[in-house]
């Protein structure tokens, strides 16, 4: 965790403003240290892509819930549910062993709403599955060989996962779910995943980033701060080249 | 402690993973490797010893006759037995070891499956054992002959016989029915063979295709081979000589 306090005191150092009350938290930290944590969540997200960052350095925004599948194998992620927002999904987990030590209870209503289990922890799990595109769902289902099929139910086999669809219809009201093959129906699915990081409001928060990272935030939030400053200034191209270069050791 | 094939499988993926550790090696795909290599070394070995090791007994398969046809192998009124696994097909059937059955005459109901062994035939030479009394078919010298799937049975027509007693020299398990955390039924000793072959497909598999060269649209041709002028074809007015008119 970073605190906000430390980002505003090395940004004000950079910015020669220490003890000035020319800069304000809400009109120009505030919203510049918002960017940059958002700028840095479009970064990582393109490096995730590349498979070229470990989520071990997002480790504070890395969580772990119980959820239980429809009746459809699919399961819903609701922020409303789970008190806070996906990033993006790590890890799908099946065959999953819970504290407490239950079996999955019996799904409400008619088996099409997939259950979020806040009192269950994440213990154990004996497979992971795979994301598929779209393209190799629909052509892996008869293939044994491939992730995801539906064809082997032995030990060999091997799940694989589709990301977030909204499968609603007038019958069907659930939207935005995963789809995990082979089957899960009914069963605890362990999901993995990155929360979105909280905005900051006050000085007094934290963010949600590794200290590691601290200079970096710190040079980006100063980068658009320095914004206002108006164009060719000596802060804007100082710290866009320490952001470019800080970028290219961490995911390069 | 027998050795299981999860093992053997993990093995392969770890040993593969260290040259090739971006590619994907499923399971199933190396499972698949192992089973099809381990099936011809396997039936190798049990066509050089005379062992036990590997004789599969089922000891009460029925015994029945073709009332409706599905299929030209199926010979209607003649007694047969479906085979219940998948044989290694090595001369003269010697994937069915024996074929027996106990004989109600007799009731030491101990020593079963050595009271009637049937002899193995073929359809062409059925004709032959019939005119020698000492070889033609009946209850105390029957034959089988195999078709397909389907064993017939000569010799018993006339005599109640519900089952028989069949020993087999079967292939592995299909990879959708093999339990890989089962002792892996395959000789000890050729491990270290069927792990280089398994090694071998894999490394052969992998060059299909190549993936270094995926088509990008771009010329693998040096740039001083790549034509600058139009070329023009021999039959162009051009390169006609006078004479050719």
């Not at chain 1, 129906?185 to 590794?210: C, H, M, W």
């Not at chain 2, 193995?120 to 089988?144: A, G, H, M, Q, V």
Request: proline share 5%.
């Amino acid at each position: 965790m970073i605190q906000t306090q430390t980002i505003v005191d090395r940004t004000l150092s950079l910015l020669d403003a220490e003890g000035s009350d020319r800069y304000l938290f809400d009109q120009d930290f505030k919203p510049a240290i918002n960017s940059a944590v958002e700028w840095l969540v479009a970064v990582f997200n393109s490096a995730f892509a590349q498979n070229k960052l470990s989520e071990e350095d997002l480790r504070e925004l890395v969580k772990v819930k119980i959820f239980q599948a429809n009746n459809f194998s699919r399961v819903k992620f609701d922020p409303a549910d789970v008190g806070e927002s996906l990033w993006t999904v790590l890890s799908i987990n099946t065959e999953v062993t819970v504290f407490p030590d239950n079996d999955p209870p019996p799904l409400p209503g008619d088996g099409t709403e997939s259950v979020y289990h806040p009192g269950y922890t994440y213990v154990d799990s004996k497979e992971s599955a795979k994301r598929l595109s779209i393209q190799e769902w629909d052509e892996n289902s008869d293939n044994i060989f491939m992730a995801g099929n539906n064809v082997m139910t032995t030990k060999l086999k091997k799940y694989a996962y589709l990301n977030f669809s909204d499968y609603s219809s007038t019958s069907y009201g659930e939207t935005g779910e995963i789809e995990i093959r082979p089957d899960v129906s009914a069963q605890f699915v362990g999901i993995r995943y990155l929360k979105y990081p909280n905005e900051v409001t006050v000085v007094t928060d934290t963010i949600e980033f590794p200290e590691s990272i601290t200079d970096l935030l710190v040079q980006k939030t100063a980068n658009y701060i320095s914004f206002k400053q108006g164009d060719g200034t000596n802060l804007y191209s100082v710290t866009d080249n320490d952001v470019q270069r800080l970028i290219t050791f961490m995911v390069a | 402690m027998a050795r299981i094939l999860r093992d053997v499988i993990n093995d392969i993926q770890s040993l593969l993973k260290q040259n090739f550790d971006d590619q994907e090696f499923t399971d199933v795909q190396v499972g698949y490797w192992i089973i099809t290599i381990a099936d011809r070394l396997r039936s190798q070995h049990i066509s050089k010893r005379r062992s036990g090791a590997f004789l599969a007994v089922y000891a009460n398969i029925p015994v029945s006759k073709f009332t409706t046809i599905e299929n030209p192998n199926q010979i209607p009124n003649r007694k047969y037995i479906e085979l219940p696994a998948c044989i290694y097909d090595y001369d003269l059937d010697a994937g069915i070891r024996y074929i027996s059955y106990w004989d109600n005459t007799d009731k030491c109901g101990s020593e079963y499956f050595r009271k009637r062994k049937f002899n193995r035939t073929s359809p062409d030479e059925i004709e032959l054992w019939e005119y020698n009394p000492y070889t033609k078919p009946s209850p105390e010298n029957p034959y089988f002959y195999r078709v397909d799937n389907y064993v017939y049975l000569l010799g018993i027509e006339c005599v109640n016989v519900d089952a028989v007693e069949i020993g087999l020299m079967q292939i592995l398990p299909d990879v959708r029915d093999i339990d890989i955390d089962e002792p892996f039924d395959f000789p000890a000793e050729l491990l270290h063979v069927l792990r280089m072959q398994v090694l071998n497909l894999a490394r052969f598999g992998l060059q299909v295709p190549d993936m270094g060269k995926v088509n990008t649209g771009d010329s693998n041709d040096p740039a001083s081979d790549i034509p600058t002028t139009k070329i023009v074809s021999v039959n162009d007015p051009v390169n006609r000589t006078e004479s050719e008119g």
